[in-house]
């Protein structure tokens, strides 16, 4: 059982920056690969960013392309989130996931491959 701790939102003016991260404890870390996904007030949750176990590949939504970077550091069990120039429209609740996985450049898209979620992380960008 992999258990995973999301922390570092807040308020943040647009244009503005926040890093994220998720802390995981209970699995062998660098076998996992892990994503953020965001979920705002009356929406679906969405894909935002995903690595792989050994941190050689990574994967963006359009939406945040050149403004977020994901990054990991396997001797600390934590997944990072640096999100810059912030929008509005970025505001949402940030969940980390992890799920198992045997290729080393891959990290899913999808949610339903991921076994194990946070708790969130509330994250409001406004003026």
């Known amino acids: 059982q992999v258990e995973l701790v999301e922390s570092g939102g807040g308020l943040v003016q647009p244009g503005g920056s926040l890093r994220l991260s998720c802390a995981a404890s209970g699995g062998t870390f660098s076998t996992y690969a892990m994503g953020w996904f965001r979920q705002a007030p009356g929406k679906e949750r969405e894909f935002v960013a995903s690595i792989s176990r050994r941190g050689g590949g990574t994967y963006y939504a359009d939406s945040v392309k050149g403004r977020f970077t994901i990054s990991r550091d396997n001797t600390e069990n934590t997944v990072y989130l640096q999100m810059n120039s912030l929008e509005p429209e970025d505001t949402a609740v940030y969940y980390c996931?992890?799920?198992?996985?045997?290729?080393?450049?891959?990290?899913?898209?999808?949610?339903?491959?991921?076994?194990?979620w946070g708790q969130g992380t509330q994250v409001t960008v406004s003026s």
């Open positions: 996931a992890a799920g198992p996985m045997g290729y080393n450049n891959y990290a899913p898209t999808s949610g339903t491959q991921y076994s194990y």
